[in-house]
């Protein structure tokens, strides 16, 4: 008799998860990865796996091809809440040559002497990955690109999302209360588009519409989650200041006790019922605490959201992945530059090995606008240092030092501005993705998408500081004008600043034309250093070479980095660092405003009309030379 799988609903899946009872070990498994409306990467050899009674032989058929395994002794399979499901079963697996992309179904059908199991519908096309914290997650059916929901009748884009599933270790089956996209695979429509990522859903059907073959989209985002639990295990020993972090978050979890924990938090409850008249709760189950009081089980922990939710599946071959992020690691004491930008260039080669591909594309859509007010000459700085552009600035740099410009992107997204800590507008993210994906990875000729703008010279000349870049950078909004640089002297301190183009005349703009920004400030009078959209929602209006869907990138021409702990151990709930941050603002705040007013009101009125002598570009600095 063939058995289908039972794909049963979140709601009840929770209720028999509560449910008493003692489970048992089917005789014939499939990783929870293959389920019916599956699309299988093309172009690479497809693996099947599962587990079965040790010994048996496992037949697996897929679309005409047959290949077979013997199951291997019986071992623990790692799965939180569900190892009694597969006790005394071993594994297998088999592997079947490439196939090219196809629109027409297959089945397949895995069988041993004691059971079969069958899948239908399965596509062969292309599999990407939507990887990251909350804004990644973040559904379509609340952005402002909600109305696409209703174009989402895509039968050839597939959709599959994983949450939740934290845990200490690497594991090794998804459990079943993870996957929300109805137990499975399901198929793009009005209603399973709404619920889900609104990155995720706008970059494949796009790509899916372009390239006119299957898609199949994979969301394992996690709301909360730092880019610490994102990087796989094995990938922490590689560097002094992840091998710190990760040998301090292990002997947490050597010292952590939750008999200890579980009656912690029930006094907490306990104090909290009383302070509202209500019933006293029920002590906490110590093997099954909220994974945010667990060492090695928070979102912000080493590793935690790879193990259950992205190297869950290693095997299952992939094209791609996207990766948006960023919002925890700016809060407080998390916000550690330096180690973030190692962390970027880990968490990319160890899914590459993991999935074993060296060339494997990765997009970083970069940390977005926190939605706060845009920044302007009354709130440039306000009283905290801005510690969202530190964060960008480390992505970028993170990617670039994997050495791969082909296969890689850095896509800056603070300028899709919006309100609140969940922006709406994410329409533009996963279009950019898209378009970076089939111009650099498809090769499709009428998308366009342009390398990177490179800054290559830097001079001072009297009080203006002179940029030069290796290609022309444009406004976005018809304006003439380069909005969103700031400009500080030797004592570090950050004003807006005014900024124009060199002019080189009509006959030369194709050669040196917008090339070359002069930045200036009658505020700073000796110029060591600028930065571009350099704060928590900056503004900044620039483009690469003027295509709209290329915003230029944040960056600073100094190297005064970040006041942040080099001790692991030090929490944010400390907030020293915090505090210090905060106390250097508001120093530079009062600063300003002190200056600013000794200048007098005519000296100001002068930010909006100041011009200086044009200063043409040598052709040396264009090449490189500083």
Same mark, same amino acid.
């Given at each position: ?13 929770? !209720? ?16 929870? #990865? ?35 395994? @013997? ?50 519908? #399965? ?38 999302? #994983? ?43 796009n790509v899916q519409r372009s390239l006119g073959i299957p898609i199949g989209v994979i969301k394992n985002a996690r709301g909360g989650a730092s880019i610490e639990s994102m990087v796989p295990l ?62 090695? =089980?928070?979102? $912000? ?82 009283? $905290? ?22 296969? @890689?992107?850095? #896509? ?8 609140? !800590? ?33 800054l290559i010279s830097t001079r001072v000349i009297g009080d203006v500081m002179v940029l030069g870049f290796d290609m022309r950078v444009h406004p976005d909004d018809g304006s003439s004008i380069p ?32 090339? @070359? ?89 002068? !930010? =909006? @009309? ?17």
């Amino acid at each position: 008799m063939i058995v289908k799988r039972l794909r049963l609903p979140a709601i009840a899946l929770s !209720l028999l998860a509560a449910c008493p009872v003692v489970a048992r070990a089917a005789p014939l498994k499939l990783h929870n #990865i293959f389920t019916d409306h599956m699309v299988i990467q093309r172009g690479k050899p497809i693996k099947v796996w599962g587990w079965a009674k040790p010994g048996e032989t496992v037949s697996v058929k897929l679309g005409g091809e047959t290949s077979g395994a @013997t199951v291997q002794a019986a071992a623990p399979v790692e799965v939180f809440g569900h190892a009694r499901e597969y006790a005394g079963l071993g594994r297998w697996e088999v592997t079947f040559p490439a196939r090219e992309a196809s629109i027409e179904p297959i089945q397949l059908l895995a069988s041993t002497g004691d059971g079969k199991l069958e899948l239908q519908d #399965i596509l062969i096309g292309d599999v990407w990955v939507m990887s990251g914290q909350s804004n990644m997650a973040f559904p379509l059916a609340k952005t402002d690109g909600s109305d696409l929901a209703v174009q989402a009748h895509l039968p050839m884009l597939r959709l599959y999302s #994983i949450t939740g599933n934290e845990q200490a270790s690497l594991q090794d089956d998804i459990r079943p209360e993870a996957i929300t996209t109805d137990g499975g695979w399901v198929i793009s429509s009005p209603e399973t588009a709404r619920a889900f990522s609104a990155i995720g859903y706008v970059f494949g059907s796009n790509v899916q519409r372009s390239l006119g073959i299957p898609i199949g989209v994979i969301k394992n985002a996690r709301g909360g989650a730092s880019i610490e639990s994102m990087v796989p295990l094995h990938k922490f020993d590689e560097h002094p200041l992840t091998k710190r972090y990760a040998d301090d978050v292990k002997k947490q979890m050597a010292e952590f006790d939750p008999e200890a924990e579980a009656d912690r938090m029930w006094e907490i409850g306990k104090a909290r019922a009383k302070r509202k008249k209500q019933p006293e709760p029920e002590r906490p189950d110590p093997q099954n605490l909220r994974s945010w009081n667990v060492p090695g =089980k928070s979102p $912000s922990d080493l590793g935690s959201v790879y193990n259950g939710c992205f190297g869950v599946f290693r095997g299952f071959n992939i094209k791609g992945v996207l990766f948006h992020q960023g919002f925890n690691n700016t809060l407080g004491n998390n916000c550690r530059p330096k180690r973030y930008r190692v962390l970027a260039r880990l968490m990319v080669e160890g899914i590459r090995e993991d999935f074993e591909d060296s060339d494997l594309p990765f997009a970083i859509v970069g940390f977005c606008a926190d939605g706060k007010a845009a920044q302007n000459p009354e709130n440039f700085e306000g009283k $905290s240092i801005a510690t969202g552009p530190y964060i960008r600035e480390s992505q970028r740099l993170g990617l670039a030092d994997v050495g791969d410009p082909e296969n @890689t992107v850095f #896509i800056p997204a603070y300028d899709v501005q919006s309100q609140g !800590l969940h922006p709406g507008k994410k329409r533009e993210h996963g279009w950019r993705a898209a378009k970076w994906a089939l111009s650099e990875i498809y090769d499709l000729k009428d998308v366009r998408w342009l390398d990177p703008i490179r800054l290559i010279s830097t001079r001072v000349i009297g009080d203006v500081m002179v940029l030069g870049f290796d290609m022309r950078v444009h406004p976005d909004d018809g304006s003439s004008i380069p909005r969103g640089f700031s400009i500080a002297g030797e004592d570090g301190r950050f004003y807006m600043a005014h900024a124009r183009y060199a002019d080189y005349g009509k006959e030369n703009y194709w050669t040196h034309g917008h090339r @070359t920004i002069q930045v200036w400030s009658p505020l700073v009078d000796e110029p060591v250093a600028v930065r571009y959209g350099w704060g928590t929602a900056p503004v900044g209006n620039l483009t690469v070479a003027g295509q709209q869907d290329q915003p230029f990138p944040s960056f600073r021409t100094d190297r005064w980095d970040l006041p942040e702990s080099d001790d692991p151990a030090v929490s944010a709930i400390d907030g020293s660092v915090a505090k210090q941050r905060k106390a250097d603002a508001e120093a530079r705040l009062e600063e300003r405003k002190l200056k600013e007013a000794g200048m007098g009101r005519e000296i100001l009125e002068r !930010l =909006k @009309t100041l011009s200086v002598p044009l200063v043409p570009q040598e052709d040396a600095a264009r090449k490189g030379g500083k």
